[in-house]
């Protein structure tokens, strides 16, 4: 299946929680009745209330047959170690910046970590609809902040989408309004490349660690080399360099906001 791995990165405020929302309900990862709220990325009370999207949530959406992964990024620096982890995921970013305030310095460090890895970005720059924003500008300070970051020329050509999450919409020029996030999914589907697999024995590189209290404890990763399928021996390669045997109990794929199970997988998995 054809993949986009994204990783989002968003100072706090700028609107990523609503833009995520809106690319859910773009690519109908709802079953009719299924009832949706608003701002489903911040599903977590707490979270709710301090206004911050906790680390590591990924989100999975099929826009026109491609399946898009989008992974959260913390907002700041931290969460120095588990920003370069979270990255190794993405083979692109996309970065939102609000159009009146411009970027932030918090979301500097992320970016940088991005742009040293190689990652292409795209950047967003929403909240057009305010009043006095200057999204013109907004455009050349991110352009700006990438060239000090020492971006190469490939991701300093980085492609920009104009518009606006909370009215719905995005387009490539900010004068130009339209009614859905179309031009923003295309973007990503064109300028985001494919992941890269490699032919060959298992590789994967586990970036979160969940827990379940049916199945116990949950590998997160993205899949370098080779594929998993469910009962699969495996070595996993601890941080001390000792190396335990172990086999694939279970094995799912992200699915909008799920994961459910898989037989086999080259994707961004979760294994046990
Ligand atoms: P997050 O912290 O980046 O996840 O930001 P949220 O999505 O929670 O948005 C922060 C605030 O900005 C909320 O009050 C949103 O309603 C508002 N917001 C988000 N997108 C837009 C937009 O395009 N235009 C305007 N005017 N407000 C927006």
Redesign the pocket.
């Known amino acids: 299946m054809n993949i986009r791995n994204i990783a989002i990165i968003?100072?706090?405020?700028?609107?990523?929680?609503?833009?995520v929302d809106k690319m859910i309900h773009a690519c109908k990862v709802f079953k009719e009745h299924q009832v949706t709220g608003d701002?489903i990325?911040?599903n977590n009370d707490l979270e709710r209330e301090r206004?911050?999207?906790i680390l590591a949530k990924n989100v999975s959406l099929t826009y026109k047959g491609i399946k898009i992964n989008t992974i959260d990024t913390p907002g700041h620096s931290d969460f120095g170690g588990e920003v370069e982890r979270v990255l190794n995921m993405a083979d692109g970013v996309l970065l939102?910046v609000d159009a009146f305030e411009g970027p932030m310095p918090q979301t500097r460090f992320v970016l940088e970590k991005a742009i040293q890895m190689g990652l292409k970005p795209i950047v967003v720059i929403?909240?057009v609809?305010?009043e006095n924003c200057t999204p013109d500008d907004v455009h050349e300070q991110v352009f700006e902040l990438m060239f000090n970051l020492d971006a190469t020329d490939d991701q300093l050509d980085f492609p920009t989408i104009y518009?606006?999450?909370?009215?719905g919409w995005m387009s490539t020029d900010w004068k130009k309004k339209t009614d859905n996030i179309d031009a923003l999914l295309d973007c990503i589907v064109e300028n985001i490349p494919e992941p890269k697999v490699e032919q060959g024995s298992l590789q994967l590189l586990i970036t979160s660690l969940d827990y379940s209290n049916y199945i116990g404890r949950i590998a997160i990763g993205r899949v370098h080399r080779g594929s998993l399928s469910p009962g699969q021996p495996i070595s996993l390669m601890k941080k001390d360099g000792k190396i335990e045997k172990s086999r694939i109990k279970e094995l799912y794929v992200f699915d909008g906001l799920e994961k459910v199970k898989a037989e086999k997988s080259k994707l961004v998995i979760s294994v046990q």
């Open positions: 968003a100072h706090v405020d700028h609107g990523k929680t609503t833009l701002l990325m911040d206004g911050i999207t939102l929403n909240k609809d305010k518009g606006s999450a909370k009215q």
